[in-house]
């Protein structure tokens, strides 16, 4: 090749674009932003719209449909979603994965600003949000004090959440915990009716009195004036002083007959911190935002704030992710260098230590090349992009092991560095492009991935490919011309002992070699015995696999850091009840120990994740965080294990465990979507499938369903003709009636202490607020007092506490996860037997979502794209060899270890992970093929140049010259990953050794997949292909004998035939 030989006589300039490629890498690694997860777009927008008062059956007509009409117009929605319960709709549009984000939002809005001209007229302005992994808080900060005043903690709150909003990495900081304020005038219905006052009239004296009304200008011969008009109540005094009635005595205003005062609305959800009344700030940062910098920042302002802090407050973080991000990727990273020492031990026991620096120094090379290709295209370094980088260290120096061996291989016959890097380079150009562009043909279709798992896993081969591009370069490159510069002239000691490179004396082999090449004699002697023998071993491991396997499951399940408590109560709760009974759980879990800081909050719903909501009986959500695992003797699932039994008898209360997700969010692993038009029905069938799961299955824990919480609800019949007489009508009655439960809204204004508006709203005192207050209340009319018994009944009535449906059809989910130990999949197919032998009363159709549904779609296109794969495979080894039987042969690699897969995991008890041990599958397609691609090619070199040679002398040479770096290639790849996969996790920057941690407990399914294939399928391969490249020599040898078999018979039969015999 001209280019190295002139890039060595340039050595200079090739030396510095090598320093320049490192320098830029460097730059680059520096300035990627850190986050723990990808920041993966799920396809998903929640338009969320609020109605106070509004009743489930109300939203969902006025508010829901509506909506849902309007956004069918809207192009790339696969799926429309509604959630109706009381004072609010929630709308999800699931939009296809390539979807434009920024146009799936405008014409979202678009679409609802048409259905809002449908909506009642006091209807809140819709919030539409697009769902992602960055609006996953990042930190929840909680500000807490035993006996602090709730005034004294918002402040605080208030101070600390407008200094972090400003931060640029930023998108929101969002409070949860705090009741809004409130101006309230608390009338007296004794006083009304002592100054004759109706309730309308204090409602038109405050709406009346607060009102923005634009003056205009003035214009006159002295100029052109602006006229202002001052109508907006902007203090506490002006409702005091607010004039409702008047007369020639005089003027009764607002203070006369209510107690007007600021305060909070009555609480709905209680947040707690270690036990502690708190306010929280979930922090969400920006999309591409670095994690690490923007806690920097917050830790600095909450640094500044804490002098200026009152007595008994404190701020504490909860749910920390940059210390699990730290730990993550610094742990990786220490695993990473220990697996380069592993390799560069491993190459340097082979080559010796110049030749194992200059293989090891593609390492670094490729990671930093691969760094600027990752900030070019706006990634940001989390763990996926990590184990990219981990996955490509074994593969990535196998080109240049190829090519330094062969180097050193001719100067141990004398050639000079110059020309033994030349040659190197001649000779295996073409193999290491071929093997490497085989390699990226294995990772290419995973870039299609689709769905959200898709979108989770294509940081992977990206970063491979990113990886194995800077290898392929270094290898082709700067590797023969850094060889060149600082190798040896002379021979390298450890060398093989060879005369020439094409010719191995198998009379002074010694160890492996000796045993090998009387292993190949054999095989290659019997190559129909290898065929069989090596058909039936494949077959038998299959066979024993299907029978005797673990399972499969969709994603691995890592060891928890943190966990969050769900707790279930069915009934008419008042918020203080539920308060109680959530502190009841969370007494419960602080007494089992085991947590370094929890966080409570009752009353607030909390997503299951997977695009669906949580279940209507959900009171309370419990954020526990664990303490370190150094320094406790019990794992994460343990811990869970003993909260599970700690919570698990209160009476009245159900509280399960819900272990924070990790990979593609799919929410519970058992989900049974229930869909149809009558709801009783769904309910019914529902409750029937729960039931049987309950009661009738085992290994199903966390189970819950959406169907209404059965409750009581009250209706207030107004009997018109009858209120008609008493001169009294719906809105005088209606207002009564909200008198006595949150009160009437009258506007709102903003004090000087505060950015946000506060509402101003007039209600009866509590005493009045009674369900049976209401038959004493009286209104005033025209025709005087009249009680609103006169002509009102209450009736009771059930309560629907929610409505969803999906694609207009009302749907209810049946949801539970597997208990420790037990596969998904055998429970699934449980159910889908059972519900084939009960089946649901007509009408009632299901559907299995979650887990299964994306295992489902994630297994179908691994197929796909390992079919496609092979393809591309065979495209480029029919196009380097032009022969398609060995083409077929190297591609049978793939089957070998693919069968060491499964034996992997039938000897370790592993289940089969649809996402990493098929993504290990697939990447091991590329990496095989490798060995044999170097063993043919080695195969036709020999058969062209020495072609006084038999075939088993040509094989057999073939199999021990490549044998060692075969074996090299092999051991790095494996060095790198056995760790890993061992469920080891050594970490030489760290100095720390574990076994079983969250770090090797996510990937040890992917790495053992590698292990296992790359171990088995090189084995058999060193056997099965030199015998395969015996066997159609064989089979021309036996038709050749058959075929004189026959001859001779024939021959034979003919001369003993009798003359004029048959004539």
Same mark, same amino acid.
């Given at each position: ?138 930190? !929840? ?19 600390? /959440? ?100 600021? #305060? ?35 830790? !600095? ?471 049976? /207050?209401?038959? #004493? ?108 039987? /060995? ?69 057999? /040479? ?106």
């Amino acid at each position: 090749m001209r280019y190295i030989k002139a890039s060595i006589s340039r050595a200079r300039t090739t030396l510095s674009i090598f320093v320049m490629i490192m320098l830029a890498g460097w730059i680059s690694y520096l300035s990627i932003p850190v986050e723990l997860n990808p920041d993966v777009t799920v396809p998903v927008i929640v338009t969320t719209i609020i109605h106070e008062g509004i009743s489930p059956e109300d939203a969902e007509r006025l508010l829901a449909k509506p909506t849902e009409v309007e956004l069918k117009s809207v192009e790339g929605i696969t799926q429309i979603g509604s959630f109706s319960s009381e004072g609010a709709a929630t709308v999800i549009v699931e939009f296809d994965v390539s979807f434009d984000s920024s146009q799936a939002l405008i014409d979202t809005r678009s679409a609802i600003d048409r259905a809002q001209a449908r909506f009642p007229q006091s209807t809140e302005e819709p919030i539409v949000q697009e769902v992602s992994a960055a609006t996953v808080p990042v930190v !929840q900060i909680a500000i807490s004090g035993a006996d602090v005043p709730e005034r004294v903690l918002l402040r605080v709150a208030e101070d600390l /959440q407008r200094a972090i909003e400003t931060l640029p990495e930023i998108m929101s900081a969002d409070m949860v915990g705090n009741r809004e304020e409130l101006l309230e005038a608390i009338i007296d219905p004794a006083q009304l009716e002592t100054y004759g006052i109706t309730n309308q009239q204090i409602v038109q004296a405050v709406t009346n009195n607060n009102r923005l009304i634009p003056a205009g200008a003035m214009k006159s011969e002295q100029g052109s004036f602006s006229v202002k008009l001052p109508g907006l109540i902007e203090t506490q005094e002006d409702l005091f002083e607010l004039p409702v009635a008047a007369n020639q005595n005089g003027v009764l205003t607002l203070s006369d007959i209510a107690e007007v005062r600021r #305060t909070f609305k009555d609480a709905e959800r209680y947040s707690f911190a270690n036990g502690e009344r708190s306010i929280s700030i979930n922090v969400q940062k920006r999309k591409g935002a670095n994690l690490i910098a923007a806690m920097d920042k917050i830790d !600095q302002i909450v640094e500044n704030m804490l002098p200026t802090l009152p007595p008994a407050v404190t701020i504490s973080y909860m749910n920390n992710t940059a210390p699990i991000v730290l730990e993550q990727n610094l742990g990786l990273q220490g695993n990473m260098v220990t697996s380069m020492v592993l390799v560069l031990i491993v190459v340097v026991a082979a080559v010796g230590i110049r030749s194992g620096i200059l293989v090891t120094l593609a390492v670094p090379f490729s990671f930093l090349f691969a760094f600027i290709i990752i900030s070019a295209m706006g990634f940001t370094y989390n763990f996926m992009v990590i184990f990219g980088l981990l996955l490509g260290l074994g593969m990535l120096i196998d080109g240049a092991i190829v090519m330094v061996e062969f180097a050193d291989t001719k100067r141990s016959e004398g050639y000079t560095k110059e020309d033994a890097y030349q040659e190197a380079v001649n000779r295996m150009f073409w193999p290491i492009i071929a093997s490497t562009m085989t390699t990226l043909a294995a990772f290419l279709p995973m870039m299609f991935w689709p769905g959200v798992a898709g979108e989770f896993m294509r940081y992977l081969p990206i970063t491979v490919f990113a990886v194995l591009v800077g290898s392929l370069l270094y290898a082709l490159w700067f590797a023969p011309t850094l060889g060149a510069l600082f190798g040896k002239a002379s021979a390298v000691t450890g060398v093989a002992q060879a005369r020439h490179h094409d010719e191995v004396d198998s009379a002074n082999l010694k160890g492996v070699s000796k045993v090998y090449a009387r292993i190949l004699r054999g095989a290659v002697a019997s190559p129909w015995l290898i065929f069989f023998g090596s058909t039936g071993t494949l077959i038998g491991i299959v066979i024993a696999y299907l029978n005797y396997g673990a399972g499969v499951e969709f994603f691995t399940a890592v060891e928890p850091n943190q966990t969050q408590v769900q707790v279930f109560a069915r009934g008419n709760f008042a918020p203080e009840e539920i308060r109680d009974m959530v502190k009841d759980v969370e007494k419960r879990i602080m007494d089992v120990g085991h947590y370094k800081n929890i966080v409570t909050q009752s009353g607030a719903g909390q997503s299951l994740g997977g695009g669906q909501s949580a279940a209507p009986d959900l009171v309370g959500t419990i954020f526990v965080e664990f303490t370190d695992r150094r320094i406790r003797d019990v794992d994460g699932f343990e811990i869970e294990s003993l909260y599970r039994e700690a919570v698990s008898d209160i009476p009245g209360v159900k509280a399960e465990i819900a272990t924070i997700e990790t990979g593609p969010p799919v929410g519970k692993e058992l989900q049974i979507e229930f869909y149809g038009d009558n709801l009783d029905d769904l309910i019914t069938e529902a409750l029937r499938v729960r039931n049987h799961i309950e009661n009738e299955m085992t290994g199903l824990i966390d189970i819950d369903d959406t169907t209404p919480i059965p409750g009581i609800e009250w209706e207030i019949n107004v009997d018109r003709a009858r209120a008609a007489m008493f001169g009294a009508n719906i809105n005088e009655v209606g207002t009564a009636v909200q008198l006595m439960t949150n009160g009437v809204f009258m506007g709102d204004y903003r004090p000087d202490d505060t950015e946000e508006e506060v509402d101003i709203r007039v209600r009866y005192p509590e005493e009045y607020r009674g369900l049976e /207050q209401i038959e #004493t209340i009286q209104v005033t009319t025209a025709n005087g007092v009249a009680p609103v018994s006169s002509f009102i009944t209450r009736e009771p009535g059930p309560k629907v506490s929610s409505i969803q449906r999906v694609d207009g059809s009302k749907v209810i989910y049946v949801r539970g996860n597997p208990a420790p130990g037990v596969v998904t999949d055998d429970k699934l197919q449980e159910l889908r037997q059972w519900l084939v032998e009960n089946p649901l009363m007509p009408g009632v159709n299901y559907q299995f979502r979650g887990a299964n549904e994306e295992q489902e779609a994630s297994f179908a296109f691994l197929m796909q794209a390992f079919a496609l794969s092979l393809m591309l495979m065979a495209v480029l080894l029919v196009t380097q060899f032009n022969s398609y039987y /060995q083409s077929l042969l190297i591609l049978s690699s793939v089957l070998l270890s693919t069968t060491g897969v499964l034996l992997g995991l039938l000897i370790t008890g592993q289940t089969f992970s649809v996402i990493l041990t098929g993504v290990g599958i697939v990447a091991l397609a590329g990496i095989i093929v490798n060995n044999n691609i170097i063993l043919i090619d080695t195969f036709n070199h020999l058969r062209h140049t020495r072609k006084d040679w038999s075939l088993e002398e040509i094989i057999v /040479q073939t199999g021990v010259q490549r044998l060692r770096p075969v074996f090299l290639t092999t051991f790095t790849t494996g060095c790198g990953l056995l760790p890993l996969a061992m469920h080891v996790s050594i970490d030489l920057i760290g100095a720390e050794v574990e076994i079983g941690g969250p770090i090797t407990s996510q990937w040890v399914k992917l790495a053992g997949a590698i292990v296992y294939g790359l171990s088995f399928g090189t084995i058999l391969t060193l056997i099965v292909t030199p015998a395969m490249l015996a066997l159609p020599h064989k089979i021309r040898e036996e038709l050749a004998a058959i075929k004189k078999f026959f001859s001779r018979n024939s021959r034979n039969t003919g001369s003993r035939i009798e003359p004029g015999l048959g004539s």
